[in-house]
């Protein structure tokens, strides 16, 4: 019978066999500066495969809204387009013409106006975001150069919750841009349309409103916002344009919630960001942003390059990127479909509710969102609870799930909560042993608090800077 053996080299320079696992490379530290030699594939192989067993499962990371699993069929197709440069349209075209259609199939799902779509597939929602605000911000300076005894030297701002993700705050350091920041309070989550009106004035590009916001996976009143925003211009004051940041709602809302208008189908929206490597259901990284038509997107943001075989515009920030995104988004689309997308948010908010359901039968635990809205479910623990939402999550991450603990946004950062975020590949069965590890936690901790006698714990300086490194992934 054959045995496994394999040679390696001893400090003395003598060759021996050595069948044990233990003498491999996997016992060298892996370097840190480019090594001297060349190393054969499958030692190599075995080093970092060894060293990413440390990970946490991806399956159980609760705590991100990106996707985790696809069908192996669109795995194999990625794989055979990682080669593909994106930016080569000319070399792929193929894979050009289906980037053409997920932006179209994204744009008629939004209700972009009819005709060719303006739009572009991105790395993620952060490039789309900054795509977005360029967009805005450039169409606001034009506007503001046909207005005679207009201040040249105006400082543009945009309106913004304090709930926004972290790259909107990018977006206005790197592009010098106000933000103006429209606190939350205890009790809500998100901005109101009074609190857009009394921010906005001449020299604001734009209102930024959430569809599914990352602390809590609301809904902002959209429509509501939009309203009051047309109800200022016709009563003379600034005409002020309204994007979406629909990068966790997106490719949810127009599934279970088909006619909640919040999209093209408001004459102030102007623009949207999708991310579609959240619920597009394909691995990062893959975004999308889309304008309502043509006119809102500047001319000046748009590039000519000859040099690749052929004429092409472009309008991202990034140039080279990698196709196989693409292909799995439109493998997405074709192999899902409206039906298809349906059934599996439906599936997602029902797992949503079983969760939601069941940690609201804890005494100790009140249930902010249930996950109705999109599939994402926050919580905090009741007044009076001797325990944190961080020792919570320490002692979940034991047990081998990851769910974030943080404290929520200006002016209700005294409110710590966790969030659950139901995705694709997270069934009825992994829910119901998850509300069955957070109770056994809660009670856990309340046992060992009852025995030390200890009363509700403030949050620690450190746990507010954890929840700040979190949102900045």
């Not at 635990?365 to 919570?392: H, M, N, R, W």
Request: charged share 20%; hydrophobic share 40%; proline share 7%.
């Amino acid at each position: 019978m054959a045995r496994l053996e394999s040679d390696i080299q001893t400090a003395s320079g003598d060759t021996r066999l050595a069948p044990a696992y233990t003498g491999r490379l996997s016992r060298k530290s892996p370097p840190a500066i480019l090594p001297d030699d060349a190393t054969d594939p499958a030692s190599t192989y075995r080093l970092l495969h060894d060293e990413l067993l440390l990970d946490g499962s991806s399956r159980l990371n609760l705590a991100t809204f990106v996707t985790t699993w696809m069908d192996p069929e669109a795995e194999i197709l990625m794989a055979e387009a990682f080669d593909k440069n994106m930016i080569d349209k000319d070399e792929y075209p193929a894979t050009a013409a289906m980037e053409r259609r997920c932006v179209s199939i994204v744009a008629d799902l939004f209700h972009a106006e009819p005709g060719e779509p303006t739009g572009a597939a991105t790395i993620g929602s952060s490039e789309a975001v900054m795509l977005g605000g360029l967009a805005l911000k450039w169409r606001w300076r034009a506007k503001r150069a046909g207005v005679s005894g207009a201040d040249p030297g105006a400082m543009p701002n945009l309106v913004l919750g304090s709930n926004v993700q972290v790259v909107w705050e990018k977006f206005c350091r790197y592009f010098e841009v106000e933000p103006r920041y429209l606190p939350v309070a205890k009790g809500r989550y998100v901005i109101t349309p009074e609190q857009v009106v009394d921010a906005v004035d001449e020299n604001t590009i734009g209102v930024v409103g959430i569809l599914g916001t990352t602390y809590t996976g609301e809904l902002e009143p959209i429509a509501a916002i939009c309203d009051a925003l047309d109800a200022l211009a016709a009563s003379g004051g600034p005409d002020v344009p309204v994007h979406v940041d629909a990068a966790s709602g997106g490719f949810v809302v127009p599934f279970l919630h088909p006619h909640l208008e919040w999209d093209f189908r408001l004459p102030r929206v102007v623009s949207i960001n999708v991310s579609g490597h959240k619920y597009g259901l394909t691995y990062p990284g893959i975004g999308f942003v889309v304008w309502r038509s043509p006119e809102y997107l500047p001319d000046d943001l748009v590039f000519r390059v000859n040099y690749l075989g052929g004429d092409m515009p472009t309008f991202t920030l990034n140039f080279s990127r990698p196709g196989n995104q693409i292909v799995g988004q439109y493998y997405n689309f074709v192999r899902l479909g409206r039906a298809g997308f349906t059934a599996i948010m439906e599936a997602l908010r029902d797992t949503a509710l079983l969760i939601s359901t069941g940690l609201a039968e804890d005494p100790a635990i009140e249930v902010i969102t249930d996950g109705s809205a999109i599939p994402v479910i926050s919580f905090a623990l009741k007044d009076g609870t001797p325990y944190t939402v961080f020792q919570v999550s320490h002692e979940l991450r034991a047990r081998g799930w990851q769910v974030p603990a943080y404290t929520m946004p200006d002016d209700a950062t005294d409110v710590a909560v966790l969030r659950i975020v139901v995705r694709d590949g997270f069934n009825a069965d992994l829910a119901e042993d998850l509300v069955n590890d957070v109770r056994a936690v809660c009670a856990e901790l309340g046992e060992q608090a009852e025995k030390a006698g200890a009363t509700h714990p403030a949050a620690t300086a450190t746990e507010s800077a954890r929840t700040r490194t979190h949102f900045a992934h």
